[in-house]
């Protein structure tokens, strides 16, 4: 009789059962993803110094998360190499709608309707801030969307290169990307902390994909060695350009990388267009840069920044002239002004800045001299704006400034009439031809039937502050017109809703139309008088106020011959509204609100008040939107930490269910090879798990040879161990027709070649049948469970390592 015993096992055994004739997918390349997302989120710490706060923190982790999660999901899948970046490039678009598109999406993640207009909007939004604000900037949405996709698009670029591509080292390029914008914008670069937390998250990212690599391949730690080679290579090359470049280049300053070097390509400070930062500022629901200013004013004060006088029709800017620019501010002011220090109102006025940084200096208008300034600075005779020349800036300042105008009545401003032809710089009056409808058909409207240029302002103040606007620094982005452009400012009065911006730039553009020399002006509203009292120059008595960016504010100025620029409140609940400008009605105009003329009152008329002027009568919604705002923040930080936590059992879920996956077809394999398979399988994962994985090489003896050595299983898991081995070596290379698994408690039994029926045996004698339990299986996991270690055990438990496909070494 022939013998039938299971063929001696031969290199070309395989030490894991087939799966219904599929290979096994590699899924190592999980590790490197894994190792790209967090290279790329400890290098983007470093956009804390250009950006304020951290708010931009949660979304940007969901981009770069869902990105490298579609492409590696797309590798699992094994989609072609080519089609994984597209992968990824199609998840960034949708986590950009699912973000910022809403309203304009279909099914919440593909462009719908309006989404290409509201991402210009987004755009002009981030444009504005970029060229408005000195970093770091506070960020908006059209800056939540550029930082999101430039970031998923360094991710995407990061992970082809350091996966697909296999070239770790070499995407420290795309990293490095995100380093050139502290670098290069910020005085103090990137700074030591940024720097070692963006190096450790490149070796991190080296490291990984080397193991990565050295597991699939079972190379040497040559690998290990290359690629460090390399990422030095790349970080001294790095190096090397931070200090050649600012030695090659005119308009760097002087420093070197980490700690200094930004390039400044156009000498001096730039010019700043600071009307969008106020929405910013102002939806901040607490104050930054807080600024202290003590004065003699007998009236409310603001402190102003800029003028925007040079309006194209698409938004407000500052004009520099540097061609006309006067140098030394200890001494200035046209005569027109000077002349006012005779005759007018002269201030005194002592400024700390703190952290407040900008190359445009603070200053209650008009400015007639400075002392105690730091730096050189000059200063605009057409509008009296001061400018730092050195690039220097405002910040940790402490300066006095004397200030002078004419005293202003009614009646003075009554007398005057029409601005006289060329008395002003014509662009004060100027408006592009493409003015939409709305606005001339307002401002005639309003002014058609008065001839007084006072009263005409009159009439427009009071119509935006009369009953039928409210004020909301929320609607114009929720309603898409949040802006300074003349379409901005017809949807705003259309609209009728909207912040110090909108107020402003209407009033200065229905002014022009009406005749009136206009521009904007920018700065401070009013802030919160401290109680205390200060002695000044010449021992003049001071009362001291504070200001944050809460009381960041924009308002109208228009010039009256004879008088110069007079200042206007057209925005409801913010700033104080001047005496002069105080009229319950106007002809032509529909009655404003009294409450609204002064909200805060005059600050120095009561010292006891403890109110704030431009700001104790804010939008009656502005507390309970500032209640949402902290209501959504918690919200979506607790989803982020409970996100965190599910994901953190995803792994051992899989596990979970691919176990008792295998159980259920164990059970129901009675009289079938695939449950020896079955068993044999589960015990290569078990050995992974606890460290013990399976070599290339392996066959299943050699393997239960090595995990019974390196383990020191024995008694009755040794005997499952070797009764798994030998029924699995038997159902796979045996003679079918002379070999029958049986799966315990099966009803089946085992036949041999005559067909005579045969008992259950555990050896692999000729036809006779090898009983199988899943107790068996549960045997070896206690033994494996108990000779581990409690680090290994707790990595079997939440990060099993048969998942990413390293069952084999």
Not at 442 to 460: C, F, G, K, M, S
Not at 690 to 702: E, K, V
Not at 756 to 772: E, I, K, M, N, Q
Request: some cysteine; glycine content about 10%.
């Amino acid at each position: 009789m022939t013998s039938t015993l299971p063929r001696p096992a031969t290199p070309t055994q395989r030490v894991e059962p087939r799966s219904g004739g599929r290979l096994r997918r590699d899924q190592r390349h999980w590790l490197s993803t894994a190792a790209v997302f967090a290279a790329v989120m400890l290098t983007s710490l470093n956009l804390h110094s250009v950006l304020f706060g951290w708010t931009w923190l949660n979304p940007l982790a969901f981009t770069v998360g869902a990105v490298l999660l579609v492409m590696g999901a797309a590798r699992s899948a094994r989609l072609p190499a080519a089609l994984v970046p597209v992968a990824g490039l199609v998840a960034l678009v949708g986590a950009l709608v699912w973000q910022y598109f809403p309203a304009q999406s279909v099914f919440g993640i593909f462009p719908g309707e309006g989404a290409a207009g509201r991402l210009t909007v987004l755009l002009n939004h981030a444009e504005n801030t970029v060229v408005s604000q000195v970093a770091p900037v506070l960020p908006g949405t059209g800056i939540f969307l550029v930082v999101c996709a430039a970031m998923g698009l360094i991710s995407i670029l990061t992970d082809t290169l350091a996966t697909t591509l296999r070239m770790p080292a070499t995407s420290g390029l795309a990293l490095l990307a995100i380093l050139v914008v502290p670098a290069v914008v910020r005085p103090q670069s990137v700074g030591v902390p940024g720097f070692v937390a963006a190096v450790v998250g490149f070796l991190i990212l080296l490291g990984c994909s080397q193991w990565r690599d050295s597991q699939a391949t079972g190379a040497s730690r040559d690998a290990s060695g290359g690629r460090l080679a390399r990422g030095l290579s790349i970080g001294a090359a790095a190096l090397a350009v931070t200090i050649l470049v600012p030695l090659a280049i005119p308009g760097f300053n002087v420093g070197l990388f980490p700690q200094g070097a930004r390039v400044n390509l156009w000498g001096t400070a730039t010019g700043l267009n600071p009307v969008v930062t106020l929405g910013n500022d102002l939806r901040n629901p607490t104050g930054f840069g807080r600024i202290t200013y003590a004065t003699n004013s007998p009236e409310a004060l603001y402190l102003r920044a800029v003028t925007l006088e040079d309006f194209d029709g698409e938004r407000w800017e500052p004009d520099q002239r540097h061609s006309i620019r006067q140098p030394g501010v200890e001494e200035m002011g046209t005569d027109e002004v000077r002349a006012a220090i005779d005759d007018g109102v002269v201030t005194t006025t002592r400024i700390t800045t703190d952290t407040f940084t900008s190359p445009w200096l603070l200053a209650p208008y008009a400015p007639v001299g400075f002392s105690n300034l730091a730096g050189r600075w000059s200063w605009d005779p057409l509008n009296h704006s001061i400018i730092a020349t050195d690039n220097g800036s405002t910040a940790q300042q402490e300066y006095v400034v004397r200030s002078a105008g004419p005293a202003l009545t009614r009646t003075r401003l009554q007398a005057v009439g029409p601005v006289a032809e060329g008395a002003v710089d014509a662009q004060f009056l100027s408006l592009p031809d493409t003015t939409p409808a709305i606005i001339e058909q307002t401002a005639t409207q309003l002014t058609e039937d008065i001839v007084n240029p006072y009263e005409q302002a009159l009439a427009i103040q009071n119509y935006l502050r009369g009953p039928s606007f409210t004020y909301s620094v929320d609607a114009p982005v929720e309603g898409g017109y949040d802006g300074n452009s003349l379409d901005v400012v017809a949807r705003f009065l259309e609209s009728k809703s909207g912040y110090c911006v909108h107020y402003a730039g209407a009033m200065a553009v229905m002014a022009r139309v009406a005749g009136i020399p206009s521009r904007v002006a920018v700065g401070y509203a009013p802030g919160t008088p401290t109680g205390e009292t200060v002695t000044g120059p010449d021992g003049v008595e001071l009362t001291e106020f504070t200001v944050t960016s809460l009381d960041a504010h924009a308002w109208p100025e228009l010039y009256f011959d004879d008088l110069g620029w007079v200042k206007f409140e057209p925005t409801p609940s913010r700033g104080v509204v001047p005496e002069y400008a105080q009229t319950a009605f106007a002809p032509g105009a529909p009655a404003a609100n009294p409450d609204n003329l002064d909200p805060g009152g005059n600050p120095l008329t009561d010292q006891g008040t403890t109110g704030t002027p431009g700001q104790a009568a804010e939008d009656p919604q502005t507390e309970a939107e500032t209640a949402e705002r902290a209501r959504e923040t918690s919200t979506l930080v607790m989803g982020v930490l409970v996100g965190g936590v599910l994901l953190l059992f995803v792994p051992l879920l899989l596990r979970t269910l691919r176990r008792q996956r295998r159980r259920r077809r164990f059970t129901g394999a009675a009289g079938d090879s695939a449950a020896a398979a079955l068993a044999w399988a589960e015990v290569v994962d078990l050995a992974a798990d606890y460290g013990h994985p399976a070599l290339p090489t392996d066959t299943p003896r050699t393997f239960a040879a090595r995990l019974t050595a390196t383990t020191g299983i024995g008694g009755a898991a040794g005997s499952a161990l070797l009764r798994l081995r030998t029924a699995y070596e038997a159902a796979q290379y045996a003679d079918p027709a002379s070999l029958v698994v049986v799966a315990e408690g099966a009803p089946s039994r085992a036949t041999g070649r005559g067909g005579s029926p045969t008992g259950p045996w555990t050896g692999t004698a000729p036809g006779r049948a090898v009983p199988l339990g899943w107790d068996d299986v549960q045997a070896i996991a206690g033994a494996l469970r108990d000779s581990s270690g409690r680090a290994a055990r707790i990595r079997a438990f939440l990060l099993p390592r048969s998942l990413s496909g390293d069952a084999r070494g």
